[in-house]
């Protein structure tokens, strides 16, 4: 879809001012100032992350009690079951709690959910398997703030609960030893944002400064909590939780870790997905996570949680090939449920003029509708569920959203057609029976209709600056890295030039556009992705990234390209 580009309006004298405080290009403070970070302390501290600068753990409601009970476990050499989510939060955040519990002498297993079998959460099924294992504490991890009925009978089964999560809580908390989650009434962590590993993380840093003040480390026995940030790191940006406050500190040095890890499970799942040297946002999210996220997604998500855990290579190998080829598995259902998604929405009589998609199919695999559901609202911009239907009348479905539209909101009025719903702003799951599919449709493209206007299903491409050919160079090109990393919450800059010359065109690869532009005696290489059947005749704005392309030894400045439209 084409898109509206929207630059912003930023105050010269701010930024003038941030860039001499701080000593940086005018266009860096220029950017800073774009995204909100004015004052010198707050960009000095988003420049330069520091692990110093994270909150206290204990300012999250829950953890004192949390704390108290796991060091009674220790003591008492209680069996420790942590009970994780399916998808790449839950698996690392499972991996993190069972190695260091583990490490600092705690006997604990784990369990995860099978997406087919047990659905999503805690059930008392499971929760039964894992007392009859012999578990008298057991910590959710990713999954739990809904659960209320389980905790209820954990305290029937004489069983320790202690919740940790990240997920909107309803209105009645559950009944548990302790809840942390940043998100419910009356916690005073001041970041709202972080993954469920990076609440299980801060549980970590609280319950080691406990086992410090009891004495528990001699010498140089004291774990160090930075090698467990890759896990932190590959699960908050896998679970596109915005990269600012204290994720970006978790990013910014779980990216290190990731970097140069030394755990057999990280390097061989690193091998199996291509990825060597400094590892990237881009590279967590595009190639480590979707193969973490294969197993739980096809079948069980334990030989995720298992390559994480396991210190022996040729294990972690033969795990790490197992997902790749889960992940292959998933990417040609994917691309088979898309077809048949877009067949279905372009054969019906009512696109474009509905604002939602709702689609369903006795045909479509439960583990891949959410990863279908975003392609199409890359497509259509529309907020998408789609549902897998069972035979015995009941469908599960996943559902991704646009800015502008709160999918979690949305259902809430939906709620007489649904046996169960929850998720967040931007994504959401659903339980409902393949009978109301047609009442479903229709109510929530009635709230999508209430809330979203005609400017909402457009597309915006936010452009954070405006600059000449003369401004872009290898020198800005490096300094552009001190923002990283780009995620959700920090996304990569665009910068704007206009009236550019194309002196060079050739199509390359799938669909790519190599190009040579030009203006004001400066010439470019640029890279336009998937733009091959695009216009280029004439004078041309590009919307772009500087970047320094690396090649056979060699390294160039180019302009990736981010969206391009006849000069204004």
């Known amino acids: 879809m084409l898109k509206q580009w929207e630059l912003k309006e930023i105050d010269s004298q701010?930024?003038?001012?941030?860039?001499?405080?701080?000593?940086?290009?005018?266009?860096?403070?220029?950017?800073?100032?774009?995204?909100?970070?004015?004052?010198?302390d707050g960009a000095r501290a988003f420049l330069a992350p520091s692990l110093s600068t994270m909150f206290d753990p204990y300012l999250l409601l829950g953890m004192d009690s949390a704390v108290s009970r796991l060091l009674a476990a220790r003591r008492n050499h209680e069996i420790i079951c942590i009970y994780g989510d399916y998808d790449v939060d839950g698996i690392t955040g499972t991996a993190?709690?069972?190695?260091?519990?583990?490490?600092?002498?705690?006997?604990?297993?784990?369990?995860?959910?099978?997406?087919?079998d047990d659905g999503y959460g805690l059930n008392n099924d499971s929760l039964e398997q894992i007392i009859a294992m012999g578990a008298t504490l057991i910590v959710s991890v990713d999954c739990g703030i809904t659960a209320?009925?389980?905790?209820?009978?954990?305290?029937?089964?004489?069983?320790?609960?202690?919740?940790?999560?990240?997920?909107?809580?309803?209105?009645?908390?559950?009944?548990?030893?302790?809840?942390?989650?940043?998100?419910?009434?009356?916690?005073?962590?001041?970041?709202?944002?972080?993954?469920?590993?990076?609440?299980?993380?801060?549980?970590?840093?609280?319950?080691?400064?406990?086992l410090r003040a009891e004495g528990a480390f001699t010498n140089d026995a004291e774990p160090?909590?930075?090698?467990?940030?890759?896990?932190?790191?590959?699960?908050?940006?896998?679970?596109?939780?915005p990269l600012t406050g204290q994720?970006?500190?978790?990013?910014?040095?779980?990216?290190?870790?990731?970097?140069?890890?030394?755990?057999?499970?990280i390097q061989s799942l690193k091998q199996a997905a291509g990825v060597t040297g400094e590892v990237s946002c881009g590279q967590v999210g595009f190639r480590l996570?979707?193969?973490?996220?294969?197993?739980?997604?096809?079948?069980?998500?334990?030989?995720?949680?298992?390559?994480?855990?396991?210190?022996?290579?040729?294990?972690?190998?033969?795990?790490?090939?197992?997902?790749?080829?889960?992940?292959?598995?998933?990417?040609?259902?994917?691309?088979?449920?898309?077809?048949?998604?877009?067949?279905?929405?372009e054969a019906a009589d009512d696109y474009p003029g509905r604002r939602s998609i709702v689609l369903a199919s006795e045909n479509w695999h439960q583990g891949v509708v959410g990863i279908v559901a975003s392609r199409l609202v890359e497509r259509y911009?529309?907020?998408?569920?789609?549902?897998?239907?069972?035979?015995?009348?009941?469908?599960?479905?996943?559902?991704?959203?646009?800015?502008?539209?709160?999918?979690?909101?949305?259902?809430?009025?939906?709620?007489?057609?649904?046996?169960?719903f929850?998720?967040?702003?931007?994504?959401?799951?659903?339980?409902?029976?393949?009978?109301?599919?047609?009442?479903?449709?229709?109510?929530?493209?009635?709230?999508?209709?209430?809330?979203?206007?005609?400017?909402?299903?457009?597309?915006?491409l936010n452009i954070d600056a405006e600059v000449q050919p003369e401004e872009i160079t290898t020198d800005l090109a490096q300094e552009l890295k001190r923002l990283e990393p780009f995620g959700a919450g920090n996304p990569e800059p665009v910068l704007l030039m206009r009236k550019m010359t194309v002196s060079e065109r050739r199509v390359v690869g799938e669909g790519h556009l190599r190009l040579r532009l030009t203006r004001a005696g400066r010439s470019f290489n640029a890279i336009a992705f998937r733009m091959a059947e695009r216009e280029t005749v004439g004078l041309l704005d590009i919307a772009f990234f500087p970047e320094m392309n690396e090649w056979n030894g060699s390294s160039s400045l180019q302009l990736r390209v981010k969206d391009l439209r006849p000069a204004e």
Not at 19 to 30: D, K, T
Not at 101 to 116: A, K, W
Not at 224 to 241: K, Q, S, Y
């Open 148 to 210: 209320v009925d389980e905790a209820q009978f954990c305290r029937q089964r004489g069983v320790d609960l202690i919740i940790v999560d990240h997920h909107v809580p309803r209105e009645i908390i559950p009944d548990a030893v302790a809840v942390i989650n940043p998100l419910q009434p009356g916690c005073e962590y001041p970041f709202k944002s972080l993954a469920g590993v990076g609440v299980a993380f801060n549980l970590l840093v609280a319950l080691r400064s406990a």
């Open 14 to 40: 701010a930024v003038a001012a941030l860039a001499h405080e701080i000593s940086v290009n005018p266009l860096i403070a220029h950017i800073l100032v774009a995204r909100g970070i004015t004052h010198p």
């Open 381 to 420: 911009y529309r907020p998408a569920i789609l549902i897998a239907l069972a035979e015995d009348g009941l469908g599960k479905g996943s559902g991704r959203s646009i800015p502008g539209f709160h999918l979690l909101d949305a259902l809430s009025p939906c709620a007489q057609h649904l046996d169960r």
């Open 247 to 265: 994720n970006r500190i978790y990013a910014f040095f779980g990216l290190r870790q990731l970097s140069g890890s030394s755990k057999p499970g």
């Open 96 to 116: 993190l709690l069972v190695s260091f519990l583990r490490t600092v002498g705690f006997t604990c297993q784990y369990f995860i959910p099978n997406r087919f």
């Open 289 to 345: 996570a979707p193969r973490l996220n294969a197993a739980g997604r096809m079948e069980s998500a334990v030989p995720g949680v298992d390559l994480l855990l396991s210190i022996n290579p040729q294990e972690t190998l033969g795990i790490a090939t197992d997902l790749d080829a889960a992940n292959a598995e998933r990417q040609a259902i994917e691309r088979r449920m898309v077809g048949e998604a877009i067949e279905m929405i």
């Open 422 to 460: 929850g998720g967040h702003r931007y994504a959401a799951g659903v339980g409902l029976k393949a009978d109301v599919v047609a009442g479903f449709a229709a109510a929530f493209e009635a709230e999508a209709a209430r809330m979203l206007t005609n400017d909402d299903l457009v597309p915006k």
């Open 224 to 241: 160090d909590l930075r090698e467990w940030l890759d896990l932190v790191a590959l699960g908050t940006i896998a679970d596109v939780m």
